[in-house]
C-alpha cells in the first residue's frame, strides 16, 4: 500500500519530534526532542544521567511521532516510527550536525545555549538513535480546502 507521503518530506524538516518510552513500571511518557535523520537511523540528543536515556536502558521499545503542522497552510502529516532504540556515545560531528539543522550555521549559535545546554564536549553527552521496524504516515493536509487545492511547499497533496 503506497504512503500518503514520502517520510523523508517530513524527516528533512527541523520538526519537534516526541519520543514515547516507559517507566521501569511500564508508565507511559513522552518527551520533546530535536533529531536528525541519518544513515537510516533517527538520532535524539541525551545525557548519561537523562530520563529517556534511563528509561531506554531499561525497556528499547520506543515509538517516535513528528508533526508537521501549518493551519493557515492547511498542512497536516503525522509521520510515526516504532522500534528498539539504543543509546550510543556521543558523535561530535553528528551532534553538530543536529543543532545545525535548529540553530543555523555554527558561527551564529548562541554562545550560552552551547557553553550551558548542548555542549558539543560533554562527557556525559548521548545520542538515542532509533533504526525504526516500522514507519507509519497520515496526511490531511486538506482539512482546510479539500484534496484539490491543498499544498505543502508547493506540491500538490495526494489524498489518502
Known amino acids: 500500500m503506497p504512503r500518503p507521503f514520502d517520510p523523508a518530506e517530513v524527516l ?9 518510552s ?3 513500571d511500564g508508565a507511559p511518557r513522552i518527551a520533546p526532542v530535536w533529531f536528525l535523520w541519518e544513515d537510516g537511523a533517527l538520532w ?11 528509561r531506554i536502558a531499561h525497556d528499547p521499545r520506543v515509538s517516535v511521532e513528528i508533526v508537521d503542522y501549518d493551519n493557515p ?3 497536516l502529516r503525522h509521520l510515526g516510527l516504532r522500534g528498539r532504540a539504543s543509546v550510543e556515545p556521543m558523535e561530535t ?12 550555521e555554527e558561527d ?17 553527552g548521548r545520542l538515542i ?3 525504526p521496524d516500522s514507519i ?19 506540491y500538490p497533496v495526494t489524498p489518502a
Request: no cysteine; hydrophobic share 45%.
Open 93 to 104: 560531528d553528528r551532534f553538530a550536525r543536529l543543532l545545525a539543522r535548529y540553530l543555523g
Open 108 to 124: 551564529s549559535w548562541n554562545p550560552w545555549f552551547i557553553d550551558r545546554i548542548a555542549r558539543l564536549d560533554d562527557p556525559a
Open 129 to 131: 538513535r532509533l533504526d
Open 22 to 24: 516507559a517507566t521501569d
Open 73 to 75: 497552510g492547511g498542512v
Open 12 to 20: 528533512a524538516r527541523p520538526l519537534m519530534a516526541f519520543l514515547g
Open 136 to 154: 507509519f504516515t497520515n496526511d490531511v493536509s486538506y482539512f482546510r480546502t479539500g484534496p484539490v487545492l491543498a499544498t505543502h511547499a508547493g
Open 44 to 54: 535524539m540528543p541525551g545525557t548519561a544521567g537523562g530520563s529517556s536515556v534511563a
